[in-house]
């Protein structure tokens, strides 16, 4: 009798463990709702346009991505260009808009969010070999809609909540704490309008901005282009007038 208690005891327990996902599930399969780690492995480069408002500002936008971890980031306005760019190794910009039309480096801080967005496959995909860390928080609700809410941290150290749909498992909102030196940033996104492109499905509207704001940068995706041919030479720090007038020297 004892020993039929404690397996009924036991049973009991463990009952409301049934069904329950482990982290490593609901990222297998947000990942299999995206169009699955074999589509997305096939996704060499991509070349994302459209175009993005603030209030009554308004500009294009063209993002650029290769593998491995390369990114070059547009904002086109009235024919002027601001270019931010990661080749893997080291990031840069050209921001005529502050009277730079030559390419600067930038430091290692201001380019976390681009070394984010190179990894053309999302911090979540193969996370371990990676280097970064995750947990399931548990759940929580984006205007109304039940999430799984997800932890990552970094390999660096900065964090990144994902909330993703119970139900179809795609991200709705991201929240970011990056380290710029030495204050945390705090941002939000919201994503949404899911549609595939060459088999995988992306965002094609989200919003961004800082943590509770209500202004925030809309983009209107108009345009997704999968393994166009990208030249390294994008997304490398282009020589300066200068430096070519003199051979470099």
């Not at 936008?61 to 080749?87: L, T």
């Not at 595939?196 to 282009?225: C, H, M, Q, W």
């Amino acid at each position: 009798m004892l020993r039929k208690s404690a397996t009924v005891c036991a049973f009991l327990l463990l009952t409301p463990l049934v069904g329950a996902q482990t982290v490593d599930e609901i990222i297998a399969k947000s990942i299999q709702a995206h169009g699955g780690m074999e589509k997305l492995k096939a996704v060499e480069t991509l070349r994302m346009s459209g175009k993005l408002s603030f209030g009554s500002f308004q500009a294009r936008f063209v993002v650029e991505n290769k593998r491995p971890g390369k990114v070059r980031e547009e904002a086109i306005i009235q024919n002027m260009v601001q270019v931010r760019a990661y080749d893997g190794k080291t990031g840069w910009q050209i921001n005529p808009f502050e009277g730079r039309r030559d390419p600067e480096l930038i430091s290692e801080d201001d380019a976390k969010d681009l070394v984010v967005s190179g990894d053309i496959d999302g911090p979540l995909a193969d996370y371990r070999e990676k280097g970064h860390q995750v947990e399931l928080v548990g759940h929580d609700s984006v205007e109304g809609t039940d999430c799984y809410k997800i932890k990552l941290v970094l390999k660096n150290g900065d964090v990144r909540y994902y909330y993703l749909d119970t139900d179809s498992y795609l991200e709705l909102k991201l929240e970011t704490e990056t380290s710029i030196r030495g204050t945390i940033r705090e941002q939000e996104t919201y994503f949404g309008d899911y549609d595939l492109a060459n088999g995988v499905y992306y965002p094609f509207a989200f919003e961004t901005g800082e943590k509770g704001s209500p202004d925030r940068v809309k983009y209107t995706v108009e345009r997704i282009e999968v393994n166009v041919p990208l030249d390294d030479s994008l997304f490398t720090v282009p020589p300066t007038k200068a430096a070519a007038k003199t051979g470099g020297h």
